[in-house]
């Protein structure tokens, strides 16, 4: 907790205690009053229980001595012992102050009427049993008599100490009263002495806490409109103000040696500026050149790439006559080859051919003779046949007559006429079968008499393809010495042809090589075009950048110009 604090909490305090101190002396004075009055009003209160018991005392005596009445539940005897607490209280409460003097020999008066009563009271009980009330009788009433004179002193002495302790409580009530304007009065001056006081400190707290800030606000002023140049604050007070001086004096050197940076800064980057504003505008008419010929070289490149392709598809396109041509010799070689081979094959086909049809001319005879032989055997077979015919035809007639002995014989012959049935039918096959193969046999017969006469006229053929295929022999061997010249040809011209084709394709990969290094420059060639404009643009950049920076610097300038700093 700072000074400043512990010095407006010590003022209050003051100030509090001071006020405390008033209430409760009021509160005192207030509770001592309260108690005095409370004592007169109880003591008016036990005057008037005393007067009222004198009062009534004879008749309550009588009733209980008539009624028998036990001494204890008439209370009588304990009532008189209250009533003498009642008169030390009296007369304890009055004290021993000389203008009581009175009220002190009343209250004795009262008592010695009192101790009358008590003694009347015991003549009464001692009548008894000591624990009842005697009956009613001459004795009694004789005490009882005696009773009203006391009831009646007790009940004028009880009146005249009311009327004391009222005249008592009337001057405890202008004392008071008296009191009271005094505590007012003192409590009033008191309190105007805690307001001097207080105002006294606070105007002392106030002015401990204005003055600093007063000379703190000064110091601001001159800081928030520019002027460094003042010296440090210096407070004589050590508290919390003096820590923010402290603090503001930190500030205000801080502050100092950011503008001398800043200004020092400024002037530097004006500088900075200024040259790289230059070198921009040299940059930027330096990619301007740079671009201009990227650009015609870019385009030349383009313009040789075009040409270098027309020729570099020329060369492709005669690469692939050439591949085209060769794979044509080639197959016109594969083709000639295979005709000489087929030349040669044919040759010795020929050669085999005339040789077979030798041995075809000796077949051919030794199947005339075959056929002759087979037209001999089928007439045999015709024969034969007509005999399985005439067996089938006598098979169908034995059938026939077995089944008529069969249905003679009626039950007993069935299974010989299925028998016959059986036989019958494989007659009526037979002979299907016999006609069959006489069909196939005829149909032979003429297909050998056809063969003869094809075979006689085949070898009249024969003897002419003989002499054919002898001059067809002749051919084939012209044939193969031609091929052969032909082949040696061909394989000079393919030798030719791939020798071209080779250079061809050599020349195309050349093109090809020119075309992609052509490609490469060229693309190269807008890389450079690209990174120039890419450089002209952030030179364009920069320079508004750099702009930009001269106005910062232009505002920044104007900005530190406000402030005063000590130079050096």
Not at 32 to 37: A, L, M, P, T, V
Not at 150 to 155: E, V, Y
Request: aromatic share 4%; net charge negative.
């Amino acid at each position: 907790m700072g000074n400043v604090a512990k010095q407006i909490i010590a003022g209050f305090m003051v100030v509090l205690l001071t006020l405390s101190a008033i209430i409760v002396l009021l509160l005192v004075r207030t509770n001592r009053f309260n108690k005095e009055y409370e004592s007169i009003l109880q003591n008016v209160l036990n005057l008037n229980t005393i007067k009222g018991a004198g009062a009534k005392a004879a008749a309550d005596i009588t009733n209980a001595c008539i009624m028998g009445t036990s001494v204890e539940e008439s209370g009588m005897l304990a009532d008189i012992d209250d009533m003498f607490l009642y008169l030390d209280e009296l007369e304890e409460s009055i004290g021993s102050a000389e203008e009581y003097q009175g009220n002190r020999s009343m209250v004795n008066s009262l008592r010695q009427v009192l101790v009358k009563y008590q003694e009347g009271m015991e003549a009464v009980v001692a009548l008894g049993d000591g624990t009842s009330f005697p009956a009613f009788n001459e004795e009694v009433n004789k005490i009882v008599s005696g009773f009203k004179q006391i009831g009646n002193d007790m009940a004028s002495y009880s009146n005249n100490n009311i009327t004391m302790e009222l005249e008592r409580s009337a001057v405890i009530q202008k004392e008071i009263d008296e009191n009271f304007k005094s505590t007012i009065y003192f409590a009033l001056a008191a309190f105007m002495v805690i307001l001097v006081v207080s105002v006294g400190i606070c105007a002392w707290i106030v002015r401990s806490i204005v003055k600093p800030i007063r000379m703190l606000g000064k110091e601001i002023r001159l800081v928030a409109e520019g002027d460094l140049t003042k010296e440090e604050i210096r407070l004589p007070s050590k508290n919390e103000f003096n820590s923010l001086a402290d603090a503001f004096n930190i500030m205000s050197r801080n502050l100092k040696d950011i503008i001398s940076k800043v200004i020092t800064a400024t002037k530097d980057i004006a500088d900075t500026a200024v040259v790289a504003e230059q070198t921009s505008n040299r940059n930027i008419k330096n990619s301007l050149e740079i671009t201009c010929s990227a650009e015609d070289i870019n385009t030349r490149m383009h313009e040789q790439s075009g040409e270098i392709e027309k020729i570099r598809n020329q060369m492709q396109e005669m690469k692939q006559i050439s591949i085209q041509i060769s794979e044509d010799i080639e197959k016109i070689d594969i083709r000639t080859k295979g005709s000489k081979n087929r030349a040669e094959e044919g040759n010795q086909s020929i050669a085999a051919f005339v040789e077979q049809l030798q041995q075809v001319n000796e077949t051919v005879s030794q199947i005339a003779g075959a056929a002759e032989t087979f037209g001999t055997n089928t007439q045999e077979v015709d024969k034969i046949l007509d005999g399985i015919s005439t067996i089938s035809q006598q098979t169908k007639l034995l059938s026939l007559n077995a089944s008529i002995e069969a249905a003679r014989a009626g039950e007993a012959g069935r299974g010989f006429s299925v028998v016959a049935q059986e036989i019958n039918i494989l007659a009526e096959r037979t002979v299907e079968l016999v006609n069959a193969i006489a069909g196939i046999v005829e149909s032979l017969e003429d297909s050998m008499k056809d063969m003869t006469s094809k075979m006689e006229l085949g070898i009249s053929q024969l003897d002419k393809g003989n002499t054919m295929a002898a001059q067809t022999q002749d051919k084939f061997r012209e044939i193969l010495k031609d091929a052969g010249q032909t082949n040696e040809e061909i394989r000079n011209v393919h030798r030719m042809v791939e020798n071209f084709a080779q250079s061809a394709v050599d020349v195309a990969d050349s093109m090809v090589e020119v075309g992609g290094i052509i490609e490469e420059n060229t693309k190269m060639t807008e890389r450079i075009v690209t990174t120039v404009e890419d450089q002209t643009e952030s030179q364009k950049q920069l320079s508004s950048k750099v702009q930009m920076l001269d106005e910062l610097v232009n505002g920044l300038t104007s900005t530190t110009s406000k402030f005063k700093v000590k130079a050096g």
